[in-house]
Structure formats: C-alpha cells, structure tokens
C-alpha cells in the first residue's frame, strides 16, 4: 500500500479540484509514493494525533482540519504546527487532508448533519456544478423553536447552544453548514429556512428577521462525523488494511466548556 491508495479513495469521494481557493486539502507531509503500513484517521492534525499514530505503527494521518493553511516561515517545537510537522517529518508519517473538498460533496459534513437530524428532501445549500456548501431540507413533522433546540441538542449530544431569539412560528424547513457557517446565513433565508445551525457565528448575526433563527452548536461538534466517513470510506475500501481512528477523537476539541 502506498500513500497514492490512500488518497485515490479519499479523492474519488471528494475531488481535491473542488475545495475552496483558500484551502490546503491534500498531501501536506509525505509523497505519493511512500510505502504505508497503517493509517490514522483523526479530526485536527496535532502533535498528539502524531504520538498516537506512532504508538499504533500507522506511517500515515488522515484528518479533517489541513495542519497547514498557508505559508509557514518558521518551523520550531514551541509552536503547535511547528511540533506537529517535525514530529511526523522524524516519524515518516504521511500527512493527508480531506476539508473544504468533504465539505462540498452531499455524502460529506453538511449531508451528515442533515441525516443526524433526520431531514427530507435534501439539497445542496449554496450549489454549484452538483457541489456546495450547507444543505437545506426539511424536518419530518415542524418543531416549535423550543422543541427544535431541544431536538438538536438531543440529536449532536450538546450540552448547550448559542441561539437568537427563538421565533413563534413552526420550524419545518432547516438549513444547516458544519464549520464556520455564518456567510451562508443569507443563503439560508433565501432557501426559505426557519432555522440555521452552523458554528462560530459572531454576535451581530444574532440580530434575525422575524420567522427566521440561526443556531451555534460549534464548529467541531457540526464537523466531528467527518472523521467516522472517512474512517468507513476506508476500511469499506480496503477491509484487510490496518485503518484505525483516534481513540482521542471526541476529546480532541479545542474548545472547552466549563
């Protein structure tokens, strides 16, 4: 097995010719041609994601989050993304990413999050040639906006959400973004949505329209099923091969609550 398996798999899922401009999906430590013994799959690509790849013998990480986004012009073991990079440059391990490119697809972070709530009728939210961001669709039977938070809550196990004011009007049809969402909060309301759920919403998208609500449940908590397709888009492909996920994979938000 070579690194080029891995990724092939992983980009006939999600073409890397789709992620945004802005984007590093991909191979970011590594070659193609590297020889692979055993993978990794994890949300952010961290030092500790690197001990523990070591620790279990995988020679490649698979994650979410690219470690790297642009330029770097000093690589030091004070630095997070610096320790990381050495680490897995020391260790020979092959550093991948699928991001923006799983974001887009329908089976990838938005189409997930619309299955976790059950939704009907499912589109692409801002689509564009069969690809996008978000996805809107419609609830089984309409929530008021108490029953629809508790609802979310319920179904992305969360502890708490961030909400404007809720409205007085039935939810029926949600649209929804993993991630940071907020540049499609006008998408949402031109799909005719009631609700919108996506994370890192600053505090000025609070202030809603009447008939309309937005809903933070946090950038990791709307991402985190990623790491799971990833993981089953890999070990469906190659059932025999070493592909394990991270046993930190649900303590490795960065954001605590307390």
Request: net charge negative; proline share 5%; with cysteine.
């Amino acid at each position: 097995m070579k690194v080029r398996d891995i990724a092939s798999v992983i980009e006939a899922f999600a073409p890397l010719e789709v992620q945004e401009s802005w984007d590093n999906s991909g191979l970011c430590i590594g070659s193609p041609e590297q020889p692979v013994k055993g993978v990794l799959v994890g949300f952010d690509c961290t030092p500790a994601l690197i001990d523990e790849a070591v620790a279990n013998g995988c020679d490649m990480v698979v994650t979410h989050h690219p470690l790297i986004y642009g330029g770097i012009k000093k690589i030091q073991p004070e630095d997070p993304v610096g320790r990381t990079v050495l680490k897995a440059a020391a260790a020979g391990v092959a550093v991948y990413a699928a991001h923006t490119n799983a974001d887009k697809v329908p089976a990838g972070v938005s189409g997930a999050m619309a299955r976790r709530l059950g939704l009907q009728d499912v589109r692409i939210l801002d689509e564009k040639d069969g690809v996008g961001m978000g996805a809107v669709g419609t609830l089984p039977a309409p929530l008021s906006a108490e029953e629809a938070v508790a609802f979310v809550k319920e179904r992305f196990g969360l502890k708490l959400v961030r909400c404007s004011a809720l409205i007085d009007t039935p939810i029926r049809t949600v649209a929804l973004c993993g991630g940071s969402g907020s540049s499609l909060i006008g998408a949402a309301r031109n799909a005719g949505a009631q609700l919108y759920i996506c994370g890192d919403i600053t505090y000025h998208h609070f202030f809603t329209p009447d008939g309309f609500m937005v809903m933070d449940i946090g950038h990791f908590e709307g991402e985190i099923e990623i790491a799971e397709i990833l993981f089953s888009l890999l070990k469906k492909n190659f059932p025999t091969f070493a592909v394990r996920i991270s046993g930190q994979l649900h303590s490795s938000n960065p954001v605590k609550y307390f």
